[in-house]
């Protein structure tokens, strides 16, 4: 079973330009998640989609970051535009949904450095 | 406010012998842990979990305790190998919350031969 895929990998932009980053869940997995993981520290929420509904939103930077899950499978999370302190590493994570503990799995991450 | 903390930034042990990975929490209503292995340029990949329920876990060689009234879990892994070398992040949540994960720092761990 295919695992969840981000791309691109790496991207390397200037400041104030655009850029967006892509995730196809694990198939079946209802659940999707986007974290932000600044060097030396764990994972932090970005958002969390149920199917197509964006329903935490509440640590996305709404002036500059913007998500969407148009069909309920694969997401695109977009900075707009980027700062410095934007460089970090964006993971996208996926779990079943509807259960009452559930594991998430992670994909690669996509590393960004804005210069 | 890091809820979840992993004051061990580092640790080495030898090839063959016991791994104890520590993390304390301070929210009383976390009631699901998990850790995660993380190697260089990949994504956090899950090792093992525990409810609040239980306070033992064990699958293979890695094994999870929970202790909640120290607000305190441990994994174990025995017998280290050199591939276990990698980074060891702590999670928690609360169920029926939106599973948000509250991750620590992680700590990075060396097995050497």
């Known amino acids: 079973e295919a695992g969840v895929v981000q791309s691109p990998r790496y991207k390397i932009i200037e400041k104030k330009q655009p850029v967006a980053f892509w995730c196809n869940p694990i198939s079946g997995h209802n659940t999707l998640y986007w974290y932000l993981q600044n060097l030396g520290q764990g994972p932090e929420l970005l958002i969390r989609?149920?199917?197509?509904?964006?329903?935490?939103d509440s640590q996305l930077p709404k002036d500059r970051f913007s998500a969407e899950r148009l069909k309920g499978v694969d997401s695109t999370l977009k900075i707009q535009p980027a700062e410095l302190g934007d460089s970090a590493v964006y993971l996208c994570a996926s779990s079943l949904g509807g259960g009452d503990q559930e594991t998430q799995y992670f994909g690669p991450g996509t590393r960004l450095l804005v210069l | 406010d890091q809820q979840v903390k992993q004051n061990s930034p580092s640790l080495s042990v030898q090839e063959g012998r016991i791994s104890i990975l520590n993390c304390d929490y301070t929210n009383s209503m976390f009631d699901y842990f998990l850790w995660y292995k993380k190697y260089p340029a990949e994504g956090p990949t899950f090792l093992i979990s525990i409810s609040s329920i239980k306070d033992k876990n064990e699958d293979g060689r890695f094994t999870v305790f929970l202790n909640k009234s120290a607000k305190h879990l441990s994994l174990h892994i025995v017998p280290s190998q050199p591939g276990d070398s990698a980074v060891y992040f702590c999670?928690?949540?609360?169920?029926?919350?939106?599973?948000?994960?509250?991750f620590g720092k992680g700590t990075s761990l060396l097995v050497t031969p």
């Open positions: 999670a928690a949540s609360v169920t029926n919350s939106g599973y948000a994960l509250n």
């Open positions: 989609y149920e199917n197509e509904e964006a329903v935490d």
